[in-house]
């Protein structure tokens, strides 16, 4: 809520169910979530099929977050990155790139928190190894932080 007030912007970014959850919770904060009310700066990295696959084939699928973090990213805006083990490269990578330009970065992880743990300014893992629950609960806490900024923001309740 604060790095929205503040015209900040929040990036998302995962792979495979990750990156349907990521951008899913993105379109939260876009679009609506309870109220109809403005739309806050949020958007999910994966989406622009052609950059993804310009930068995959030409950097390395390593580098696709923290490409488009380093070109976009600013002081104070959000990156969340959702990887069930914690270890995703190239999500990593992006959380190097956003701590390098003074980002804040949030971990949705499985139990260990994997090496996201201490990259990740705020870290939610999840107390499982099991994906599909992991997943569901990223979603769920997602769902819950919506609600949140968008009751605080707007001053509204559900």
Known sequence: MDAFKKGHRVY??????????????????SGRFYTDR???????????????TAVANDYGYDMV?????????Q????????????NSVNILKAFEVAKEKEMITAG????????????????LNIPSNDTPRIQE???????????????????TSH
């Open 75 to 86: 002081a104070g805006d959000i990156l969340i990155g959702l990887s069930t083990s914690g």
């Open 137 to 155: 609960s990223h979603i769920t806490l997602g769902h819950i932080v919506c609600q949140l900024v968008e009751e605080q923001y707007f001053k």
């Open 108 to 123: 949705f992880t499985g139990a260990s928190g994997g090496k996201m743990k201490t990259l990740s300014d705020y870290l």
């Open 38 to 52: 403005k739309a806050l700066p949020a958007e999910a990295l994966h989406c622009n099929t052609s950059y993804l």
């Open 12 to 29: 998302f970014c995962g792979n495979g169910g990750s990156a349907a959850d990521a951008q899913h919770l993105a379109a939260e904060f």
């Open 65 to 73: 977050f923290a490409r488009m973090i380093d070109g976009i990213g």
